[in-house]
């Protein structure tokens, strides 16, 4: 039961033990297959906030047949509220590289590329200088498998798998048609794993403690720990690495202002959980949890009985107004609808139920948008209107 | 079977092929499902989602248009959800769109309007977008009018742009709201490297990209007493004009446009491929001349291959893109312009009219050919050439306008001087015809003898490969050619603009060994023109090519030099190809351009 | 040659020539000329042996590669959600007022561009803003009165 589970702080992601070479070359002493099945005996899922089981992806890529195949570390964390990728990558960037070497030894892959989001340039730096070590190492070991940085330059929809390829073929930043899926054809056509940062730390975690350890952590279906970066009103804002399936209770008593109205999880792709709905949501993945169960990749927003939801859900629409990418119609013309909609409804050109209109607007969003973005903005719009409907009009 | 599938549509089990997209099942069975982002010439981009599907079991929709059936799907493409989903598409298109239907230029021919139709799109809910945008409408092409607040953004320009012709005059640039089809740096088409080829045109669903229109121009020629207005027709309206008028694509109207353009007015109803066959005639005496001079007189300074010049798509490509490499070209105006040089001096003269008297009107499945009218150099009659260029699409409007039961004109011949042609005039509508009727009168000049294929018809030349060679091996010449005995005359063609790179690129490294290099700028050649009816997809280029085929194979006379008005030109005008006379009318000169 | 030329050359040398070195190269250019111009991306275009429109399409993509002039420094604001309840307005105005510039524009000394941008990462220290690539962080009118003198100090005031 989610208000059964208490929260429970771990420190595996930043637990800094430098032991990254023997871990790297232990690891990859085991068979290709046997590091798979650690993988999916762990049950981990993406961290980026899609969830989808790593093992299998990284299984998938290994079975694809082609003469070349990258990994990919999505660093491009862009979701409003979201800062975990850049404390990882600053404090504990060697286990990203360890665990991106791994995949390319699991998947036969000898590029890799990590994403990084425009805005960190300031860790570009210091993460090539880690790169350089690394390959030292692992010429040394014989591993043959390449670092490279690519800098973002300001788009959140990169953050989508298929667009970031796209951006890092020195395009548009368009997401593709899937099928295809990155694991087939990914990065110029060939089979990609594309992980995001987190992951890559826990998958890293798994292969130093094995599955068993990760495994026991969390709850059914959601396995393991998770990052969160929690912002907006809260006396302690920050990083905190957390076993997932704790319900939002817990968390609100912890982090919250003892005023908190609402939360956002999953920053503004995600949904708002208003104070009345606290005690029935669980942060995991879907699963056999009670009341709703929210997948994150970890933004936490909490916000205090000082903010307009009216302002906060502008807010986001205005975001993705700005940073989709604009190809597909549900999503470049929804969201502007959606935006100067609420802004009508607010001005009274508009009657209230033109909400109703825009509610089931977010749904053919949700149903027919080319990709992720498109089709989560129904998240935080629903969320909102139907839970501070009232704040909508008045 | 491993290469068909067991699916069900609409709860109707099928077998498709494996390797088939949604869209494609669908319309196997016969079942339309709408789009608007997706055409047959372009890859899929699956951006509209206008025909969205439901697979049972899967939560969201799919776009029929880019997703692979797979075995044991159960697809709706009618369900409730998806005819909600679709219907509030088209609302947010029509949002979006300047939706001002009386006064656009596409209306009646308008996929969007079609499918508002379609959906019984009756009220706008959702808020206006156009009045908040700052829409700009660029009108300084003399071929095309880019009007954005009509852009739907389905990018079938820009693919067309891209993968079609190779220019990439247009781009997708910004995002999220802000996302436009737009120039390099947002300039106007006539200031960046645009061919004027109006594919993107052809290719639009909407009234974004329309030809300028010169329609009033023309009718207000035909109504002024003092003018004496002439038409002329392209071989390639006549295979395309009936889809415009209600008719099934490949059928030929020559002898009812012909009627019809009498109708409407015109002083004098005459035919382009006269010029088509005088070129051929110019043409085939400058490869002539060229081969002699490269091979006889070792003369270094001869290019070769010489690529043909009637497209001026082509020549708009060529002067951008290889600039250095414009000696290859052959130095004959196109069939209209040369054609309008003779009309205000030749024609002019033998009726007895005063140039400046005279309007020359030119009915075209072209828009470049707006463009090559405008060309500063085309005045060499001492007037504008061409005064007007009409697209086939733009005469189907007068002809409408008129008030003409197209269908029951009865065919009629065109007018005299300069309205005479043969079947290797017809075919320079199709690609590969300069190259077949060049080959029919130069090989016959050189040997005296026809060209050694089967009814004259030259079937290595034809067809819809992108990119043909082809070969004729000269035996016995006549004695005044005998230095071209056993040589191989070295041939290639090559249409839509992507295709005319290859070939160039091969010249360009010195790789190609041709001869003689045909070139038209838009795919199928001109009866896949900028200027002809939209829709136009392979399907319908390949039933005008036939067409124009069953049209060459029925006349009487198929060879340019036994055109007798032609010859009779020679005779009184011009006497000799390349000579003086027709080296001041005939003849011109290009202009080297910027590639960026 | 013109600096703006061997520029794009060396850049093209560094990195390559292929298509996926677009961006690098693209990002090379701002870092010295703070913006794309239609000359530079002319000069990408040629280099690279891609069309210009392609050039012109994929950098205005990207919100950090400018193609309108900007000055020596470009200050982004974060205005998503955390950095608006934080204060980020009266930020804003601290800035405005100080360059005497509004949003978007540049001071007429070309020095400085005042953008705002999206989700800048640090929303647990909001509101927050770069300066070219440096971020600040915990802003507050004072904080960033501060923050921009000592920019106008380091080269001469305004």
Request: aromatic share 8%; proline share 4%.
């Amino acid at each position: 039961m989610a208000n059964s589970y208490q929260l429970k702080r771990v420190d595996f992601i930043f637990r800094n033990e430098n032991d990254w070479e023997k871990v790297l070359s232990t690891t990859i002493k085991k068979k290709p297959q046997e590091l798979i099945n650690e993988l999916i005996s762990s049950e981990l899922k993406g961290r980026g906030g899609a969830g989808f089981p790593t093992g299998l992806k990284w299984k998938l890529t290994s079975e694809a047949k082609a003469e070349k195949k990258y990994v990919i570390c999505n660093a491009d964390e862009g979701e409003p509220g979201t800062f975990k990728d850049r404390e990882i990558l600053s404090k504990v960037p060697y286990k990203v590289l360890t665990a991106m070497a791994v995949c390319g030894y699991v998947t036969g892959a000898k590029e890799g590329f990590i994403y990084l989001r425009g805005e960190y340039k300031f860790l570009e730096e210091e993460l090539n200088k880690e790169i350089a070590e690394f390959e030292y190492y692992c010429k040394e070991i014989n591993l043959d498998f390449k670092i490279k940085v690519f800098m973002g330059s300001g788009a959140y929809i990169c953050g989508e798998e298929t667009a970031l390829m796209e951006s890092l073929e020195g395009k548009r930043g368009e997401p593709r048609n899937k099928p295809p899926f990155p694991t087939q054809a990914g990065f110029k056509g060939s089979p990609t794993v594309i992980n995001n940062v987190e992951t890559l730390v826990h998958t890293f975690t798994i292969f130093k403690y094995g599955a068993k350890k990760f495994y026991d952590l969390g709850v059914q279906y959601s396995r393991g720990t998770k990052l969160f970066s929690v912002s907006g009103d809260t006396p302690k804002p920050g990083i905190y690495e957390l076993e997932l399936g704790m319900s939002l209770q817990d968390f609100v008593y912890e982090f919250g202002d003892g005023d908190t109205k609402a939360v956002q999880v999953g920053g503004a792709s995600g949904f708002l959980v208003p104070r009345k709905k606290f005690k029935d949501a669980a942060i995991g993945f879907k699963g056999k949890l009670t009341g709703i169960s929210l997948p994150t990749g970890g933004s936490m927003m909490l916000f205090n009985s000082s903010r307009s939801m009216f302002n906060v859900l502008d807010n986001y629409l205005e975001f993705f107004r700005e940073e989709c990418c604009g190809q597909c119609t549900p999503c470049r013309v929804g969201c502007q609808q959606l935006l100067l909609g609420i802004k009508a409804v607010k001005r009274g050109d508009k009657p209230a139920s033109y909400l109703d209109k825009l509610l089931r607007l977010t749904e053919t969003m949700q149903l027919t948008a080319k990709c992720g973005l498109g089709q989560s903005v129904a998240n935080s719009f629903s969320s909102i209107v139907e839970n501070f409907r009232e704040e909508m009009i008045y | 079977m491993a290469n068909k599938l067991n699916i069900s549509i609409n709860g109707f089990p099928v077998e498709i092929a494996k390797g088939k997209t949604i869209l494609e099942a669908a319309d196997e069975q016969g079942i339309k499902i709408p789009t608007l982002c997706y055409h047959k010439d372009l890859c899929v981009a699956g951006n509209c989602r206008v025909c969205v599907v439901e697979v049972v079991g899967q939560n969201r929709l799919s776009a029929a248009c880019a997703t692979p059936v797979e075995e044991g799907m159960e697809i709706l493409t009618n369900s409730l959800k998806v005819r909600n989903s679709r219907k509030h598409i088209i609302e947010l298109l029509l949002a979006e769109h300047n939706a001002d239907c009386t006064k656009c230029y596409r209306n009646g021919n308008c996929e969007l309007q079609e499918l508002a139709s379609e959906y019984k799109i009756m009220t706008q809910d959702f808020l206006e977008l156009v009045p908040l945008k700052n829409y700009t409408i660029d009108m300084f092409s003399p071929s095309i009018i880019k009007d954005d607040s009509k852009c739907i953004r389905c990018q079938r320009c820009v693919r067309t742009c891209a993968e079609l012709q190779g220019v990439n005059a247009l781009t997708v640039a910004h995002k999220g709201d802000k996302m436009k089809i737009t120039t390099f740096f947002e300039k106007a088409m006539r200031d960046v490297v645009c061919t004027n080829c109006g594919q993107c045109v052809n290719h639009c669903p909407t009234g974004a990209l329309v030809e300028k229109n010169y329609i009033e121009e023309v009718w207000e020629a035909i109504a002024n007493p003092n003018k004496h207005v002439v038409v002329q027709t392209a071989p390639a309206v006549r295979v395309g004009l009936g889809e415009e008028l209600g008719l099934e694509p490949g059928s030929r109207v020559t002898g009812q446009m012909v009627a019809a353009l009498k109708r409407l007015g015109f002083d004098s109803v005459l035919d382009t491929d006269f010029t088509a066959d005088l070129t051929i005639m110019e043409e085939g005496t400058e490869l002539l001349t060229r081969l002699k001079k490269a091979l006889v007189d070792k003369d270094e300074s001869v290019s070769l291959p010489m690529a043909t010049s009637c497209s001026p798509g082509w020549i708009k490509y060529i002067e951008h893109m290889y600039p250095e490499h414009l000696e290859h070209l052959s130095t004959c105006k196109s069939p209209q312009q040369m054609f309008g040089a003779l009309v205000k001096t030749y024609y002019a003269k033998a009726r007895n009219l005063e140039p400046e008297n005279i309007i020359s009107v030119s009915i075209m499945p072209c828009t470049a050919k707006k463009f090559e009218a405008y060309r500063p150099e085309m005045h060499d009659s001492g007037y504008r050439d061409v005064d007007y260029v009409l697209t086939t699409r733009e005469l189907a409007i007068l002809i409408k306008q008129a008030g003409l039961d197209f269908n029951k004109l009865k065919p009629v011949k065109y007018d005299r001087l300069m309205g005479e042609s043969t079947g290797a005039a017809v075919i320079f509508g199709a690609t590969g015809g300069v190259m077949e009727a060049a080959l029919r009168t130069a090989y016959e000049i050189v040997t005296g003898r026809e060209v050694p294929f089967k009814n004259l018809d030259i079937t290595p030349v034809r067809g819809m490969e992108g990119v043909r060679e082809a070969s004729v091996k000269i035996e016995n010449p006549l004695k005044e050619w005998a230095f071209l005995d056993g040589i191989e005359l070295k041939c290639a063609i090559a249409h839509g603009l992507v295709n005319a790179k290859t070939v160039m690129d091969s010249v360009k490294s010195g790789k190609a060994d041709y001869h003689f290099i045909e070139f038209m700028a838009c795919p199928g050649g001109c009866l896949g023109g900028g200027g002809q009816p939209i829709p136009t997809n392979p399907e319908i280029r390949r039933k005008r090519a036939e067409a124009i085929y069953t049209e060459d194979s029925e006349l009487a006379l198929r060879k340019s030099h036994e055109n007798p008005e032609v010859q009779k030109l020679y005779r009184d005008f011009l006497k000799e190809p390349l000579g003086e006379v027709s080296h001041h009318l005939l003849h011109t000169k290009y202009t080297k351009r910027e590639r960026y | 040659m013109d600096p703006i030329k061997s520029l794009i050359q060396n850049l093209a040398d560094q990195y390559g020539r292929q298509r996926e070195n677009l961006l690098p190269i693209m990002q090379g250019v701002i870092e010295r000329e703070n913006f794309l111009s239609e000359y530079s991306m002319v000069e990408i275009a040629r280099e690279m042996d891609i069309p210009a429109s392609e050039v012109y399409g994929t950098a205005t993509f990207y919100s950090f590669l400018e193609t309108k002039p900007t000055g020596k420094y470009t200050i982004r604001v974060c205005k998503t959600i955390t950095c608006a309840m934080k204060g980020k307005g009266q930020v804003l105005f601290a800035i405005q007022d100080m360059l005497k510039i509004k949003l978007g524009e540049t001071t007429p000394d070309n020095r400085f561009t005042l953008l705002e941008t999206n989700c800048l990462g640090w929303c647990h220290k909001a509101p927050a803003m770069m300066i070219n690539n440096e971020v600040y962080t915990d802003l507050t009118p004072e904080k960033v009165r501060e923050i921009l003198s000592d920019y106008m100090k380091q080269n001469g005031s305004i």
